[in-house]
């Protein structure tokens, strides 16, 4: 509090937290007429070239704040890569109201699901400096690889372009004449598959004749063919 006599001018500065916006300056005449509730006015009524005019009465004044509904804040959209990694594939700059909690929205991306193992940062407080960033994580989709009268490697090394390869040795299984084993493995769709057969996997008298795929998938050079989004038999 201060002294100041009727009739002086004077201004006054304030600061306003980060992410809060000025509501109202009010002030309020206190003298034997009148009570507060009856003076409390906007302070615009006294003020002239920005400057406040004491008026007859002790005054208060009082300066009022609220959350800014127009905080920045954003939403990055991690898609898993071949080799395991995760990259950024988008980027959302939203708005919402200061010290609010934020939710991020899942997006839908073909051959991906969302990582519900990494869910730290679905959701945060939106800060008044603009510095929350929400974070989604989604995995490649998997499918089942069903290989008949083969043997087969999956391999984790990291390929150009981040692509993993499952190096398959032996024939298709469609009868007599071939030498392997069955199994089923987890590929991630979108991987490349190359196929190679073990020449001693061929009985004596027969020879190898390509490959099948059940549904069908393009066998390019009867080598290699990208996993499918769906299950699959060789």
Same mark, same amino acid.
């Not at 937290?17 to 507060?36: M, S, V």
């Not at 043997?151 to 981040?162: A, E, F, H, L, M």
């Not at 490959?211 to 063919?225: E, G, L």
């Given at each position: 509090?201060?002294?100041?006599?009727?009739?002086?001018?004077?201004?006054?500065?304030?600061?306003?937290? *980060?992410?809060?916006?000025?509501?109202?300056?009010?002030?309020?005449?206190?003298?034997?007429?009148?009570? *507060?509730?009856?003076?409390?006015?906007?302070?615009?009524?006294?003020? +002239?070239?920005?400057?406040?005019?004491?008026?007859?009465?002790?005054? +208060?004044?009082?300066?009022?704040?609220?959350?800014?509904?127009?905080?920045?804040?954003?939403?990055?959209?991690? !898609?898993? !890569?071949?080799?395991?990694?995760?990259?950024?594939?988008?980027?959302?700059?939203?708005?919402?109201?200061?010290?609010?909690?934020?939710?991020?929205?899942?997006?839908?991306?073909?051959?991906?699901?969302?990582?519900? +193992?990494?869910? *730290?940062?679905?959701?945060?407080?939106?800060?008044? =400096?603009?510095?929350?960033?929400?974070?989604?994580?989604?995995?490649?989709?998997?499918?089942?690889?069903?290989?008949?009268?083969?043997?087969? $490697?999956?391999? =984790?090394?990291?390929?150009? !372009?981040? !692509?993993?390869?499952?190096?398959?040795?032996?024939?298709?299984?469609?009868?007599?004449?071939?030498?392997?084993?069955?199994?089923?493995? $987890?590929?991630?769709?979108?991987?490349?598959?190359?196929?190679?057969? =073990?020449?001693? *996997?061929?009985?004596?008298?027969?020879?190898?004749?390509?490959?099948?795929?059940?549904?069908?998938?393009?066998?390019?050079?009867?080598?290699?063919?990208?996993?499918?989004?769906?299950?699959?038999?060789?």
């Amino acid at each position: 509090s201060m002294i100041v006599g009727s009739g002086s001018k004077f201004k006054i500065s304030y600061a306003v937290k *980060a992410g809060y916006i000025n509501d109202k300056i009010t002030l309020t005449e206190i003298d034997e007429k009148h009570t *507060a509730a009856y003076w409390t006015e906007n302070v615009d009524k006294y003020t +002239t070239n920005g400057y406040i005019t004491m008026p007859d009465g002790d005054m +208060t004044i009082t300066v009022s704040a609220e959350p800014d509904p127009n905080t920045p804040y954003q939403v990055e959209h991690y !898609q898993e !890569q071949l080799d395991g990694t995760f990259k950024l594939v988008e980027t959302e700059n939203l708005k919402g109201t200061t010290d609010t909690t934020a939710i991020a929205e899942k997006k839908s991306y073909a051959n991906y699901h969302v990582d519900e +193992t990494q869910n *730290a940062d679905w959701s945060g407080n939106i800060d008044g =400096n603009g510095s929350r960033v929400l974070k989604v994580y989604y995995k490649l989709d998997t499918y089942t690889l069903t290989v008949n009268g083969l043997t087969i $490697t999956v391999k =984790n090394d990291k390929y150009p !372009q981040g !692509q993993e390869k499952a190096i398959i040795t032996g024939v298709e299984a469609s009868g007599v004449g071939v030498v392997g084993s069955n199994g089923s493995y $987890t590929v991630k769709v979108t991987a490349i598959v190359e196929l190679s057969y =073990n020449a001693n *996997a061929v009985a004596t008298g027969y020879q190898f004749t390509g490959w099948s795929a059940t549904p069908n998938v393009a066998i390019s050079d009867n080598t290699t063919f990208e996993m499918p989004n769906n299950d699959l038999t060789i």
